[in-house]
């Protein structure tokens, strides 16, 4: 909480992306794009991916606003929900969320995305375990894409802009070249703002990946929540229809997307890192 000195944040990491986790009503609107720029400047303070200011609406929603390094809006984070539901739970007393096992009517939202509901939320020692549901999957649509003769597909509907590879299928690409699709795919018509690309190559006939992710801002970095969630369902809707469960393994961690008749669930391992506090700035 806020006080006459500072403010208390926490980080915590889900599948290779950490967030700093600030309780809301530690600062105003106006504070939170600069705070957030300050403190995950890793030169001087935390490496982190973003920032996340977490409310309690009431009992049966959470607010997640994210924001960027740069201080910037975040569109949507699959692991940064998974991080907030988890930061609530663990403090569920102290913010006066009632949650039991049963509890089924739980959603999370952001200030630009749509609101998902969370499943289930499991605790071993310091680990949480946290499913998120989504209701309509028809929401997500796949298009084919082609990046200087190399073919993609355009997932729309996660949030922010992706573009799958399939290492499968494109059997002749090589580490050295995902650089230059990356920039390429960057200027394309069909990403007038960029794009975050995914390669995806199967491991096994069991719907185990591997990803590696170019993100547009950013470069190649260990692990994307929503990127894996992109190709999980790209994988289901293309080339895998007949398996349930999608498991993407990158540096950062393993993300599991399952699918349903109508629905999807998305699991994985999410940690409390450590306590901080920053002095007024």
């Known amino acids: 909480m806020a006080n006459r000195q500072g403010v208390n944040f926490e980080k915590w990491i889900a599948a290779g992306n950490s967030f700093i ?3 809301g009503n530690s600062l105003e609107n106006q504070d939170r794009s600069f705070f957030s720029e300050k403190i995950t400047n890793s ?3 935390i490496d982190a991916d973003g920032v996340l200011f977490v409310d309690i609406v009431n009992d049966g929603l959470i607010r997640c606003d994210i924001y960027n390094r740069d201080g910037s809006n975040g569109e949507f984070s699959l692991n940064g929900f998974r991080i907030a539901a988890a930061y609530c739970y663990l403090h569920k ?9 049963l ?9 630009l995305s749509e609101k998902w509901q ?11 375990s946290v499913n998120l549901k989504k209701d309509i999957i028809d929401d997500f649509e796949c298009s084919q894409v082609d990046i200087d003769g190399v073919n993609g597909w355009s997932v729309s509907g996660v949030g922010n802009p992706h573009l799958v590879i399939s290492l499968d299928t494109e059997a002749d690409l090589r580490e050295d070249d995902y650089l230059k699709i990356f920039e390429k795919a960057s200027i394309n018509e069909n990403f007038p703002f960029g794009v975050n690309v995914h390669f995806v190559k199967r491991i096994n006939k069991l719907g185990e990946y591997s990803i590696e992710t170019y993100e547009r801002g950013v470069g190649r970095t260990l692990s994307c929540g929503s990127g894996s969630l992109a190709s999980s369902v790209c994988i289901n809707k293309n080339f895998e229809k007949d398996i349930e469960t999608i498991k ?23 940690k409390k890192m450590l306590d901080g506090f920053l002095e007024f700035f």
Request: charged share 25%.
């Open 118 to 128: 969370i499943d289930s939320i499991f605790q071993k020692k310091s680990c949480f």
């Open 43 to 45: 030169k001087n303070y």
């Open 248 to 270: 993407t393994k990158s540096e950062g961690g393993t993300l599991e997307v399952s699918f349903g008749d109508a629905f999807l669930t998305c699991k994985g391992p999410v």
């Open 21 to 23: 986790v600030v309780d």
């Open 93 to 101: 007393e102290r913010l006066s969320w009632n949650w039991t096992a």
């Open 103 to 111: 509890a089924l009517d739980k959603w999370i939202s952001s200030q």
